[in-house]
């Protein structure tokens, strides 16, 4: 065979082993998006998928310092695809870091010492290491991440900053540990003894390594889900506490107009004694109560028109205008407390922002149809909004919970709530779907 042909066939062989090493870095990928939060853009996910399929590729041994060389470029790289918080970026990082690096610390280190030892016994059996570690490097991934593929979480956890703190404490002992193999055992090739050593230590850390960065994942999920079950629980009770107000002002109302007859008794008698001042000020004090307002129908839905009405009697009394066009059944598969949740703070957040603005219009539809229940609320907003949609409140611990509970509803009734913000307008649509409507 001639040496062209020679080159031109290792030249492809070379390249055909990039595909193990992208295949195991796709299978890495997709672990690491459920913890790492990405750039929207499709780049980052492609320098991601590159970055971790290199890392993947790096030959590791335990004594040599190869592994000094991947952290620097893996850290870099990373933390330019990610976004969010940044200690937590480094914790993800450090945690998906040493599995890599553990894994192919073990791979290379013990196989090749395997091929190593045929080698001696054998010398035409020596050369199976490089092709059986490079295969198996996307065999080990892929059947990790099928494993872990039902506990991965949904979204990356969010976790308040002294949990992120704490778990980077956490994920920096296998890292340190790791290094520590590295750093103190690079003279291994000196005597056979301190070879031996070598070899029993790796032997000893980097499993360790590898299944503490695997609990640290479990750890993390954990975490999350539990500040998720604590934020559902805050929003509930909000929620609670919200229909419950709306509840007292309505029997407030009811109290007071069934009581009605007895007050004007009271007004006749003080006419009849002469005491017109007396009378005078007791409509006057009667008129000012919220509940001889004038009556309201929205809807046909009680619970709706309730806080629609007060919503509305809130808008004339700040100077703000409402235009509502509401169609909703008297009955829906919606609890109340939820729908009072939906509709109160859809509009209080309108309120917000519309007093600050110089369009005070806020525009409200709302209406049953096809089996979905679908509402929408316009209003003008005076400055560009934060993305995230932050409470503009002195209390933020108090407060900032309304859109985040809006969501929570949505996604627990099988629907979706989504936000706009263009042109000096924002907008917010949501939409459930509701059996038997």
């Known amino acids: 065979m001639s040496d062209f042909m020679l ?16 295949a195991a870095g796709a299978f890495l990928c997709r672990m690491c998006t459920a913890f790492l939060p990405l750039k929207p853009r499709r780049r980052w996910k492609l320098l991601l998928w590159g970055c971790i399929s290199a890392e993947v590729t790096v030959i590791i041994w335990v004594g040599d310092n190869n592994m000094l060389f991947a952290l620097p470029p893996a850290y870099i790289i990373l933390m330019l695809c990610s976004r969010g918080d940044r200690m937590g970026r480094l914790t993800v990082i450090t945690i998906f870091f040493c599995m890599i690096m553990s894994v192919n610390g073990l ?63 956490l994920a920096a002992m296998p890292l340190s540990s790791m290094l520590a193999v590295v750093l103190l055992t690079w003279q291994r090739y000196d005597s056979d003894l301190l070879r031996s050593m070598t070899l029993n230590l790796g032997l000893a850390v980097l499993p360790f390594v590898f299944f503490t960065s695997l609990a640290l994942l479990f750890l993390l999920k954990t975490l999350d889900d539990a500040q998720r079950l604590e934020k559902q629980q805050h929003l509930a009770s909000l929620r609670e506490s919200y229909y419950q107000g709306l509840q007292r002002e309505q029997r407030q109302l009811r109290t007071l107009r069934h009581d009605l007859r007895n007050h004007l008794t009271v007004v006749l008698g003080l006419l009849e004694q002469g005491e017109a001042e007396r009378a005078e000020g007791y409509i006057q004090e009667l008129s000012g109560s919220p509940a001889l307002g004038r009556s309201l129908r929205l809807c046909e839905n009680e619970t709706a028109n309730a806080v629609l009405a007060a919503k509305l009697q809130t808008m004339e009394q700040t100077g703000l205008t409402g235009r509502f066009s509401v169609t909703l059944p008297q009955v829906l598969p919606i609890a109340a407390p939820d729908l009072c949740a939906l509709l109160g703070n859809a509009l209080d957040n309108a309120m917000e922002a519309a007093e600050q603005a110089q369009d005070k219009e806020i525009d409200l539809r709302c209406r049953v149809e096809k089996g979905l ?20 409140k002195a209390d933020k611990s108090a407060h900032g919970f309304g859109l985040a509970g809006m969501r929570e509803i949505a996604q627990r009734y099988g629907g979706s709530l989504e936000t706009r913000a263009q042109g000096g307008r924002f907008e917010l649509v949501a939409c459930l779907p509701v059996k038997g409507q």
């Open 7 to 22: 080159r031109t066939l290792s030249y492809f062989g070379n390249w055909l082993w990039m595909l193990p090493a992208l």
């Open 373 to 392: 229940f679908m509402l929408r609320v316009e209003n003008a907003v005076e400055a560009p909004l934060d993305p995230a949609l932050p409470t503009t």
């Open 107 to 169: 791979m290379d280190t013990y196989l090749g010492e395997l091929d190593l030892r045929i080698h001696v016994l054998d010398p035409s059996g020596y050369g199976y290491y490089d092709t059986v570690s490079r295969l198996f490097r996307p065999l080990f991934w892929g059947i990790l991440w099928l494993w872990l593929k039902r506990h991965l979480p949904e979204d990356p956890p969010k976790l308040p900053p002294r949990l992120w703190r704490m778990t980077a404490l």
